[in-house]
């Protein structure tokens, strides 16, 4: 390499030298080479050519390793008319030196730029006369000459990038630009999508397609079936250098097949290429909220600072989601982080934070349970191993019913699937979510002798946390009650303890709501509730007593049920059902409700200020 530096340097010494005396290395202003093993990317080549023809700039953004400079050589190989490459570093980001390499490469492409030009500038910085003799020259150019300026992101000099515009806007017909940078040019874009001027080919764009990718991979000799190459895909996202990076490691195995899932290792190609070329180029506060958000599907900037106690947290992302350091926005003040890249930073997070990543993940937790986002609070209460954590998270968020029953998607029981059983615990919540996973399984007696063995800790309970327990082991049994055929049953109790049968619904005090959405709220969904009359032929005189009570109060529609707090019932009563001032009881029903006092119960419970179920246990 440093043989070939010198060589250069000879070769140029000959030559004249810049426009400003400076010194001009060949292999800044040659365009770089078309290896074998590249693909031709059509779609590509044909998104930059049309963007060349009719618009006076082009620009090229994407990750590092995307094939931004590829895309543009593979044009520039096709012959689409006169060229000059310049591909600057961080020491070019002066005016004087930039302007020098770019003078060169205009002359290398066969523009005719005067003498007298760089005779009237030398030694001086690149002014605005400079810029407007440059402009008549190119103005005058034909056929027109594209200007490709790599790795624009390294410059950031003002003067330099306002000499680009000037030199834009004036160099008329016989000029094009076309421009290759991981992030957004610093230059007045808007001005030029308003006018129809500019391209823009985004790593979108540049992704390689599930039929490309197939195509480089059998380039290199590792073709790979059509699921590991889907896999492969959802990993890569499409992006050039993972796959071309994956391509070259599964080649030399034996089963490519089989190594698919394991590209990002410590000592792997793909992770030395991420930490080297972005995660070691950021700042020490963008490295940490880097590492730290890993854990994180989804981040912003509140979340963020959760975890790394940063105020600037946001600020750093938005800074990273411009410089498209695999940070990429998804709406609302979301980001996610590329797949792989994910990956690798998980894996430097226990490297370089040993055993932080499960506090990390209560804390997020915690944060998703104060945002009312009840799944993700469980999920990452589970990634921590805070099984005591998760499962008070759905007994308080009163959605015992949505483990029982699980509708689509993922659900609470998909994230308590990892719970382990036969484990001791100290608090009665995690036995009734393992009782609701064991029924959700279809072992009703599991759940029952499960709760058979918990509901003697319930008075132990601190105060206000008793009714959301009761609350859910009643839940419990109702459904087990409801798949067995088996009503005769008491709501805290086994179902063999008939004789001793209580009315015991609702509780003397239900969980307060608190701010809206914070539980899961009473809905319609309570056939089935309560069992018919007659099977409650066991209880005693003063149970039956309390039945009848309970139906007159629920025929009337009028009061509230049995020991409701006097404050809820006033609160209830004086807010009618659709502007009325009575309302039929939007509260759930209780032993010895008649089938008709149930309809009124449920239409009112339908009301839109009870919008969702307590539980799918309860639908018929």
């Not at 520039?76 to 005016?95: E, I």
């Not at 709406?331 to 982080?337: D, H, I, L, N, P």
């Amino acid at each position: 390499m440093a043989v070939q530096a010198a060589q250069q340097m000879v070769t140029c010494s000959r030559r004249p030298m810049g426009s400003h005396g400076v010194p001009i290395l060949a292999s800044k202003i040659t365009k770089p080479n078309v290896p074998g093993w590249i693909l031709q990317r059509p779609r590509v080549t044909t998104l930059i050519a049309q963007g060349t023809r009719w618009c006076p700039l082009t620009i090229v953004t994407g990750l590092p390793g995307t094939g931004k400079t590829m895309a543009l050589a593979l044009w520039a190989a096709a012959g689409p008319g006169p060229v000059a490459w310049v591909t600057p570093d961080k020491y070019d980001n002066r005016p004087r030196v930039f302007w020098s390499y770019v003078v060169a490469a205009l002359r290398r492409s066969g523009v005719a730029v005067p003498k007298a030009l760089s005779a009237t500038t030398r030694g001086r910085t690149a002014e605005h006369p400079f810029l407007l003799r440059l402009a008549s020259v190119l103005a005058a150019q034909d056929p027109p000459v594209t200007l490709v300026v790599d790795d624009f992101h390294l410059l950031t000099e003002p003067r330099v990038l306002d000499g680009l515009d000037f030199l834009l806007r004036n160099g008329g017909a016989g000029l094009r630009v076309a421009i290759a940078s991981r992030s957004v040019p610093p230059l007045p874009l808007h001005r030029y999508r308003l006018a129809g001027e500019l391209t823009e080919i985004r790593a979108d764009d540049l992704a390689f397609t599930v039929a490309e990718a197939g195509q480089m991979l059998a380039r290199h000799g590792c073709p790979l079936s059509d699921g590991s190459l889907d896999c492969l895909m959802r990993h890569t996202e499409g992006w050039a250098a993972g796959l071309r990076l994956a391509a070259i490691s599964l080649a030399a195995r034996r089963d490519p097949d089989q190594f698919v899932g394991q590209l990002v290792t410590e000592d792997s190609a793909l992770t030395d290429y991420l930490v080297q070329e972005v995660l070691d180029t950021q700042p020490r506060e963008a490295r940490e909220v880097l590492l730290k958000a890993s854990i994180l599907e989804h981040v912003n900037a509140e979340i963020a600072t959760e975890l790394t106690d940063n105020e600037e947290a946001g600020r750093i992302l938005t800074a990273l989601a411009d410089a498209s350091a695999f940070v990429q926005p998804i709406g609302g003040g979301w980001y996610r982080f590329h797949t792989l890249f994910a990956e690798m930073l998980r894996r430097r997070l226990r490297l370089e934070y040993p055993g932080q990543a499960p506090a990390l993940h209560r804390r997020a937790a915690r944060w998703y349970e104060r945002a009312n986002r009840l799944t993700e609070a469980v999920r990452h209460a589970a990634q921590a191993s805070a099984w005591p954590l998760a499962a008070r998270m759905v007994i308080d968020g009163l959605a015992i019913g949505e483990i029982i029953e699980p509708r689509g998607g993922r659900s609470l029981a998909d994230e308590l699937a990892a719970m382990p059983h036969g484990e001791v615990w100290t608090e009665p919540q995690p036995y009734l979510v393992s009782a609701a996973i064991a029924l959700s399984a279809g072992q009703p007696e599991s759940a029952a002798a499960t709760l058979d063995a918990v509901e003697k800790t319930f008075k132990r309970l601190p105060a206000g946390a008793e009714d959301a327990v009761r609350l859910a082991a009643a839940m419990i049994r109702l459904a087990a009650a409801r798949r067995t055929g088996d009503h005769g049953f008491r709501m805290t109790g086994s179902p063999s303890s008939k004789g001793s049968a209580r009315a015991c619904w609702p509780p003397a005090e239900l969980p307060s709501y608190g701010r809206a959405g914070s539980m899961r709220r009473p809905g319609p969904s309570m056939r089935g509730w309560p069992p018919p009359p007659r099977q409650n032929k066991t209880a005693n005189a003063s149970t039956a007593s309390a039945i009848s009570r309970s139906r007159k109060r629920c025929a009337a529609g009028s009061a509230a049920p049995p020991n409701w707090p006097a404050r809820r019932q006033r609160s209830l009563l004086a807010t009618g059902h659709e502007g009325r001032a009575s309302m039929r009881p939007p509260w759930p029903p209780w032993p010895g409700c008649t089938s008709s006092a149930m309809s009124c119960a449920r239409s009112a419970a339908s009301s839109s200020r009870w919008t969702q179920p307590l539980g799918g246990a309860l639908t018929s």
